[in-house]
């Protein structure tokens, strides 16, 4: 069936209703919603029910910021961020939020033939993939503790942009902020909405999202963006800046010159998709699920074993780095990690040789532990040389004992298999 042709400003926008906006977003927005019920639409469903724009979305998804091509791109550092453009420098749960956007947007919508390195570029110049302003990313690809973007108060260059979300996305009740990894203002935030990891939530702040709303916006009219002209089109729309257009499409050429489908080395697990866009939606979005359980399971049980290395750093930190140090003859641990905060180690002594590595390996543990929960570090005392005592009967570690003196030696508690060998290797 086909439908009477209409300007892309008045063709009918087939999401979620949208939220109360002001000024002239409200405009633009309520004039494209006006049709909604007179236009078909010939595109799939997204995953949680909403469908492609059958009309290109006009109004901008960021806005230019005065003394930046972008929030994470300085004037001036194009060059430098294009020619470290890699997969190496994209979080493994943002690189898959990437690859899975694309996949399901392009099997959702036939027309837009959208790369997944396109996606991938705009998440580099908004935020550096979720890491802009001292956030980290996730393993379930949330950024923590948010973006949020300058008041567009109509100041130092601003566009102004009255609250339309009452504060709830950008926790600003007088203007609006662009928010999220892909820095969405919050009335386009509202148009292009969608839950692509089955959480039952819309986050702009997380990577799945957002990374799926981008495309979806991009993938609004009927650009074709396997190709420059489409490319060129979709994107000034999202951002009316040309030295952004140019900088996310060489950003997007850097990530399309090698292979970078591959999970980079050294990050937790997630799916790399194919260039194929015939796999089944419902395959990607049961992924998305099943990683970011994994990922709560795995923080849970690391907090449980006192392992967990957060970034905020919060814990008092003073139980694990004070009791672990105070008795052994070996100095106490190192920071675990995290910012700095209350656990401190310190070296003591004792008469027993044994006791003083045993001990001096517990206080070694203590200080990793509290650097690990709440970021302190230890401080170590001298320590004297001991006596030698001969002991003709062999000294047996329990396994705790032996756990913690390999741990002193440097190995991971992540490296199961290399841990269980040292704890071994010690008890035998």
């Not at 939020?97 to 991938?120: F, H, V």
């Not at 570029?121 to 802009?132: K, L, M, N, P």
């Amino acid at each position: 069936m086909t439908s009477k042709p209409m300007s892309r400003r008045n063709k009918a926008f087939a999401l979620v209703p949208i939220a109360l906006l002001s000024g002239v977003w409200t405009a633009s927005l309520v004039s494209a919603s006006a049709t909604a019920n007179t236009a078909s639409s010939t595109n799939s469903a997204l995953p949680d029910g909403t469908t492609v724009p059958n009309a290109a979305i006009e109004v901008p998804a960021s806005v230019p910021v005065p003394g930046v091509i972008a929030p994470a791109v300085p004037q001036g550092a194009a060059d430098s961020v294009v020619s470290g453009a890699s997969s190496n420098g994209i979080p493994s749960p943002a690189l898959a939020a990437y690859q899975r956007g694309a996949q399901i947007i392009d099997a959702a919508d036939k027309t837009c033939n959208i790369p997944w390195e396109l996606i991938g570029a705009i998440g580099r110049v908004e935020s550096d993939h979720g890491r802009y302003g001292g956030n980290t990313l996730t393993d379930d690809g949330v950024s923590k503790p948010g973006i949020f973007g300058i008041p567009l108060n109509g100041k130092n260059g601003t566009q102004a942009i009255n609250d339309t979300d009452g504060g709830e996305l950008d926790q600003d009740k007088v203007y609006d902020r662009a928010v999220g990894p892909m820095q969405f203002i919050p009335s386009t935030w509202q148009v292009v909405k969608v839950d692509a990891d089955g959480d039952g939530k819309r986050n702009p702040q997380d990577m799945d999202d957002a990374a799926l709303a981008t495309a979806v916006y991009l993938c609004s009219g009927k650009d074709n963006l396997s190709v420059r002209k489409g490319q060129e089109a979709a994107v000034y729309r999202y951002n009316h800046s040309q030295d952004y257009v140019n900088l996310v499409l060489r950003i997007m050429e850097a990530y399309s010159s090698g292979d970078y489908t591959a999970v980079p080395s050294g990050t937790n697990g997630s799916t790399s998709y194919s260039p194929s866009y015939s796999t089944q939606i419902d395959r990607s979005y049961k992924v998305a699920k099943e990683r970011k359980a994994k990922a709560a399971k795995a923080k849970a049980k690391a907090i449980a074993n006192g392992t967990y290395k957060g970034g905020s750093g919060s814990g008092s930190g003073s139980s694990g780095g004070t009791s672990g140090g105070s008795t052994g003859g070996v100095p106490g641990g190192t920071s675990g990690g995290g910012l700095p905060g209350g656990g401190t180690g310190t070296g003591g002594t004792s008469k027993n040789p044994v006791g003083d590595v045993v001990n001096g390996v517990a206080g070694a543990v203590g200080g990793a532990i509290g650097g690990a929960t709440g970021g302190g570090a230890s401080t170590p005392k001298p320590t004297p040389t001991p006596t030698p005592t001969p002991d003709p009967v062999k000294q047996v570690l329990s396994y705790a004992d032996a756990k913690a003196k390999c741990i002193a030696q440097g190995i991971s508690v992540l490296d199961v298999n290399g841990l269980a060998t040292c704890i071994a290797n010690l008890r035998n």
